[in-house]
């Protein structure tokens, strides 16, 4: 039987826990307890001090890779988009809107306030008489790209350029002494802002609707100017060029998925007393299916006038089931310590206490 003498630091598998000093004694003290546990003070128990070494370098790194499974669901949110580099693993990730961010930055592009996409500006002229015009031949797009018209600008300038003028005669008061109305009757009012923007809004409407009659469709890249025009002029307007690579948006080096998150292997010597009892039982699983799978190599031992069959199957159905109650124990308490299951407690304490306070008498004072 295994009698300990291989040193730990230096013969594990993955050399991840070597320089860990509390993760090379504690794997000493498995083999004595693995031995007893395994029923060596009365049979020989198949295994070598490699299959302890293994047994407790893999119970290890099962507990890291489900502790940290864990933590990626928690996080995922506040890292997708950042760098891939360093280590989170024993540090608290700070609360970010990175993804949110990112995934909602085209909503602003919709109303010209942000995206990804480059917002063009182009003119053409269109002629009396003439109701269609290729895009493509009058506005020069790369192969591959079709244009999205977002704006068209056949009027005058905005309401909020004539409205604020500074070379304006009638804001001379307004810039001066700051008054928010002007009146040709030279009477001053003192008017909330909100009525400026109306007032401005009110003109930029009028010069869309009252003083522009005409409309656009356009299908595919055929430009149709509603009702055909009457005069030759020209056509301002604003538009993206979308392709294919429009819809994907390339970000080297950052956190995609949960493949990407910078989570190593937890340090053995900060886990607590209740991992480590976590670890020490499945080490001890493991190494009985090992203890199986060695005994099913020889299925019995021949004796005089007899053969004495190993519990090979035993051990390994055991051990097996074993292992996946420890996994479900561990998952249920990750499961509830995820940082989403936490806040919903928390609020659902302070819920509680708000309650349990509901039950405290009111103190009556007396003047």
């Known amino acids: 039987m295994i009698l300990g003498t291989t040193p730990i630091s230096g013969n594990t598998f993955f050399h991840i826990y070597d320089d860990d000093t509390i993760f090379c004694r504690d794997c000493q003290q498995m083999y004595r307890f693995i031995y007893t546990k395994l029923g060596g003070q009365t049979l020989n128990v198949e295994l070598d001090d490699y299959d302890v070494i ?32 360093g280590n989170l693993t024993g540090k608290m990730p700070v609360q970010t809107l990175t993804a949110a961010k990112t995934m909602g930055k085209e909503y602003g592009g919709e109303v010209g306030a942000g995206g990804s996409q480059v917002l063009h500006s182009g003119s053409i002229t269109i002629y009396a008489g003439q109701q269609n015009y ?42 001066q002494f700051k008054f928010e109305s002007f009146t040709p009757e030279t009477v001053f009012y003192l008017l909330p802002i909100w009525e400026d923007v109306l007032r401005a809004q009110e003109l930029q409407m009028g010069a869309k609707v009252r003083r522009s009659n005409y409309t656009y469709n356009l299908v595919g890249n055929i430009l149709s100017i509603i009702p055909t025009p009457t005069e030759s002029r020209n056509l301002f307007f604003t538009y993206y060029l979308n392709d294919a690579n429009n819809d994907v948006t390339n970000f080297p080096d950052v956190v995609t998925n949960l493949s990407d998150i910078p989570l190593n292997e937890i340090v053995y010597s ?20 090992i203890l199986g799978f060695n ?28 292992q996946q109650n420890l996994r479900a124990e561990l998952k249920e308490w990750l499961e509830s ?4 299951k936490m806040i919903e407690a928390e609020a659902n304490k302070a819920e509680n206490i708000k309650k349990q306070f509901q039950n405290v008498p009111f103190m009556i004072y007396a003047k």
């Open 54 to 85: 293994a047994a407790f370098e893999d119970s290890t790194m099962e507990y890291s890779s489900l502790v940290n499974s864990y933590q990626a669901r928690s996080v995922l949110s506040n890292v997708l988009g950042g760098q891939v580099t």
């Open 134 to 175: 290729n895009m493509n031949e009058l506005v020069e797009i790369p192969s591959g790209s079709s244009l999205e018209l977002r704006q068209i600008f056949h009027f005058s300038p905005v309401a909020s350029y004539r409205f604020l003028d500074t070379n304006s005669a009638v804001n001379y008061l307004n810039n």
């Open 270 to 289: 900060r886990v607590n007393s209740m991992g480590k009892q976590w670890i020490r039982r499945f080490s001890l699983e493991l190494a009985r299916e």
């Open 295 to 322: 005994r099913g190599k020889f299925g019995g031992i021949p004796i005089p006038n007899n053969q004495v069959t190993l519990n090979s199957s035993d051990l390994i159905s055991l051990a097996k089931d074993n």
């Open 337 to 340: 310590l995820t940082y989403e």
